[in-house]
């Protein structure tokens, strides 16, 4: 099992900037990677930023230039730096972390989400 605690969420205004943070703990070997997500209202969830094991990041289209994904290893935490926000930026950020078994199966893992509001 994988916990995931976040924090850094709450009410900016636009051009404004906010920085997640999600500590895992638990049987935190072998995480293949890391991410966040987030679901607004009436939407699906997304991925937002995912980073792996090696260190290789990829993002949403929608945050390109404006968010950044990174980790420190030592603290088993993973940070989202959001940048020039925007109210459509507004949503239940969550924390994910992925493992693939032996198998071949993947399990994922969940934080309890953050608000992020954005106002104009």
């Known amino acids: 099992q994988v916990q995931l605690v976040e924090s850094g969420g709450g009410l900016v205004q636009a051009g404004g900037s906010l920085r997640l943070s999600c500590a895992a703990s638990?049987?935190?070997?072998?995480?293949?990677?890391m991410g966040w997500y987030r679901q607004a209202p009436g939407k699906q969830r997304e991925l937002v930023a995912a980073i792996t094991s090696g260190g290789s990041t990829n993002y949403a289209d929608s945050v390109k230039g404006r968010f950044t994904i990174s980790r420190d290893n030592a603290k088993n935490t993973v940070y989202l730096q959001m940048n020039s926000l925007k109210p459509e930026d507004t949503a239940v950020y969550y924390c994910n972390a992925f493992k693939v078994a032996a198998t071949g199966s993947g399990y994922d893992y969940w934080g309890q989400g953050t608000q992020v509001t954005v106002s104009s």
């Open positions: 638990g049987s935190i070997f072998s995480i293949n990677a």
